[in-house]
């Protein structure tokens, strides 16, 4: 029987290339560490990628995001194709959860892509540490948590427009969701949602390093995640 | 003050997230990312980069996922024309169609055209100079940590912040303006291609990108920010399970 693991995380990433890269090695530092990685991505995706010279012992588990044949790329509407991911892809991974739950090193985290916020339902329904991993920059988070908090207004109207610890912006150096505001209105909600449930996270990684963004880290009072941990304190 | 935010949040950086190998080289294996949508022949590229002089070369790359206009593609095949510098640049198979025809037989004394690569083995080959790039997350990274300067080129989502931090927060950069159909024109693109490879801010954003290269290997060797993040995460996952 396999001896017993230090600890077990499942790591849940957006099916991107440039989602799937930063997590991935995310559980390459993990397990140096001693921790047994999961990492999880869509049936289409592990059919369509090309595996690297890497050798690496982490074996790959999947989920569905409903379009196993083709992905996005088989769904009439970015809409259609979120709908279905996310009922789906969570039914999925509360499938995996439970499926590994009798082996030998049962799962005791849940890292997700910030994108899928329902990773952390999953973590939450076992009894899970759940993680997000928000793998763009930290200021770029920022600024979406500044509008899902409705501290930018939308339609932007400034000419600079001052967020806390970032440099002050003009309406081009915005993410183009906000300075074209309109655009894949579906990707827009779904970054925004990405704060939906974030109170509720045992962790949060940022896709960073500390002296790249150590103003946005810095920021006294203000500084978003601590903004959003008041407000879940005083709701 | 670091103290009072970790106990406020549990937010932690973890980064660069590049294989180990391009940085602080504690993981012996980990030499690339370990999977790609796309074929690439690499060999190709390095051979090709082997024959050019050190700082010489432009990559070119918009990353796996943007498309770009068929007027900014001619504009960028006419700004590296102009330029008149070496270069490898990457225009994936679905790109193909928007290049002109004999642009790539034309040109083929001073570039390689090619479908894809791997980005950390091309950016860490001393051949090159710059890195004309859409400014994605993971590319702005790699540069970053392998002290590549860059033009930036940003096209959409997250690209626009990123480019005004890689020119106006780190300095590793500079921004190729666009017009009012926004995009950037063969005289913006040969300008900012030469401002890095000749001229004096080159000089000076390549001072720079030894420090950040420096300050991202710090981040992951053992000690540094990134590593003490995941020590600290793997202690509370391991006295979590002990506890339940």
């Given at each position: 029987?396999?001896?017993?693991?230090?600890?077990?995380?499942?790591?849940?990433?957006?099916?991107?290339?440039?989602?799937?890269?930063?997590?991935?090695?995310?559980?390459?530092?993990?397990?140096?560490?001693?921790?047994k990685v999961t990492p999880v991505t869509t049936r289409f995706i592990s059919?369509?990628?090309?595996?690297?010279?890497?050798?690496?012992?982490?074996?790959?588990?999947?989920?569905?995001?409903?379009?196993?044949?083709?992905?996005?790329?088989?769904?009439?509407?970015?809409?259609?194709?979120?709908?279905?991911?996310?009922?789906?892809?969570?039914?999925?991974?509360?499938?995996?959860?439970?499926?590994?739950?009798?082996?030998?090193?049962?799962?005791?985290?849940?890292?997700?892509?910030?994108?899928?916020?329902?990773?952390?339902?999953?973590?939450?329904?076992?009894?899970?540490?759940?993680?997000?991993?928000?793998?763009?920059?930290?200021?770029?988070?920022?600024?979406?948590?500044?509008?899902?908090?409705?501290?930018?207004?939308?339609?932007?109207?400034?000419?600079?427009?001052?967020?806390?610890?970032?440099?002050?912006?003009?309406?081009?150096?915005?993410?183009?969701?906000?300075?074209?505001?309109?655009?894949?209105?579906?990707?827009?909600?779904?970054?925004?949602?990405?704060?939906?449930?974030?109170?509720?996270?045992?962790?949060?990684?940022?896709?960073?390093?500390?002296?790249?963004?150590?103003?946005?880290?810095?920021?006294?009072?203000?500084?978003?995640?601590?903004?959003?941990?008041?407000?879940?304190?005083?709701? | 003050?670091?103290?009072?935010?970790?106990?406020?949040?549990?937010?932690?950086?973890?980064?660069?997230?590049?294989?180990?190998?391009?940085?602080?080289?504690?993981?012996?294996?980990?030499?690339?990312?370990?999977?790609?949508?796309?074929?690439?022949?690499?060999?190709?590229?390095?051979?090709?980069?082997?024959?050019?002089?050190?700082?010489s070369v432009v990559h070119v790359s918009f990353g796996s996922l943007v498309?770009?206009?068929?007027?900014?593609?001619?504009?960028?095949?006419?700004?590296?024309?102009?330029?008149?510098?070496?270069?490898?640049?990457?225009?994936?198979?679905?790109?193909?169609?928007?290049?002109?025809?004999?642009?790539?037989?034309?040109?083929?004394?001073?570039?390689?055209?090619?479908?894809?690569?791997?980005?950390?083995?091309?950016?860490?080959?001393?051949?090159?100079?710059?890195?004309?790039?859409?400014?994605?997350?993971?590319?702005?990274?790699?540069?970053?940590?392998?002290?590549?300067?860059?033009?930036?080129?940003?096209?959409?989502?997250?690209?626009?912040?990123?480019?005004?931090?890689?020119?106006?927060?780190?300095?590793?950069?500079?921004?190729?303006?666009?017009?009012?159909?926004?995009?950037?024109?063969?005289?913006?693109?040969?300008?900012?291609?030469?401002?890095?490879?000749?001229?004096?801010?080159?000089?000076?954003?390549?001072?720079?990108?030894?420090?950040?290269?420096?300050?991202?290997?710090?981040?992951?060797?053992?000690?540094?920010?990134?590593?003490?993040?995941?020590?600290?995460?793997?202690a509370n996952l391991v006295l979590s399970r002990s506890s339940c």
């Open positions: 029987m396999e001896k017993r693991c230090k600890a077990h995380c499942l790591v849940v990433s957006f099916p991107a290339q440039g989602h799937i890269n930063p997590m991935l090695q995310f559980s390459k530092r993990l397990e140096h560490k001693g921790v059919n369509a990628i090309m595996s690297g010279s890497s050798s690496s012992s982490i074996s790959l588990q999947t989920i569905s995001d409903g379009y196993d044949e083709g992905g996005i790329g088989h769904a009439e509407s970015i809409k259609s194709y979120l709908d279905r991911f996310w009922k789906v892809g969570l039914q999925t991974l509360d499938n995996l959860v439970e499926k590994l739950s009798g082996s030998d090193c049962p799962v005791d985290c849940i890292i997700y892509d910030a994108f899928m916020p329902w990773g952390l339902d999953v973590a939450k329904k076992f009894g899970l540490v759940g993680a997000a991993f928000f793998t763009q920059s930290c200021a770029v988070d920022s600024i979406y948590y500044h509008v899902y908090r409705g501290l930018i207004k939308l339609p932007v109207t400034e000419t600079q427009i001052l967020v806390p610890g970032l440099p002050p912006l003009e309406p081009q150096d915005l993410p183009s969701f906000i300075y074209h505001l309109g655009t894949y209105p579906d990707f827009f909600d779904m970054l925004l949602d990405q704060f939906s449930n974030i109170d509720r996270a045992d962790w949060v990684f940022c896709n960073s390093f500390y002296m790249l963004e150590r103003e946005v880290w810095y920021t006294p009072h203000i500084h978003f995640f601590v903004l959003c941990k008041s407000n879940s304190n005083l709701n | 003050m670091a103290d009072w935010f970790a106990k406020l949040w549990p937010f932690r950086s973890i980064g660069p997230t590049i294989p180990s190998m391009y940085l602080d080289k504690q993981l012996e294996n980990d030499r690339d990312y370990g999977f790609s949508f796309f074929m690439q022949n690499n060999d190709v590229c390095m051979n090709w980069l082997n024959d050019r002089a050190k700082g498309d770009l206009k068929a007027e900014q593609m001619e504009e960028l095949a006419w700004g590296l024309k102009r330029s008149d510098c070496y270069f490898l640049w990457v225009v994936r198979a679905s790109e193909e169609s928007k290049m002109s025809k004999d642009f790539a037989e034309e040109s083929s004394a001073k570039g390689l055209v090619v479908r894809w690569c791997s980005q950390l083995e091309v950016l860490a080959h001393e051949a090159v100079g710059c890195f004309v790039t859409h400014c994605g997350w993971n590319s702005s990274l790699e540069a970053l940590s392998l002290g590549v300067p860059m033009v930036a080129m940003p096209q959409r989502t997250d690209q626009s912040t990123n480019a005004k931090y890689i020119t106006d927060v780190w300095n590793m950069g500079v921004k190729a303006a666009v017009d009012e159909k926004e995009i950037a024109r063969r005289e913006t693109i040969e300008s900012c291609i030469r401002e890095i490879l000749e001229g004096e801010k080159g000089k000076e954003i390549k001072r720079n990108a030894s420090k950040w290269k420096e300050l991202a290997k710090e981040a992951v060797e053992e000690g540094g920010s990134s590593d003490k993040n995941i020590d600290e995460f793997v």
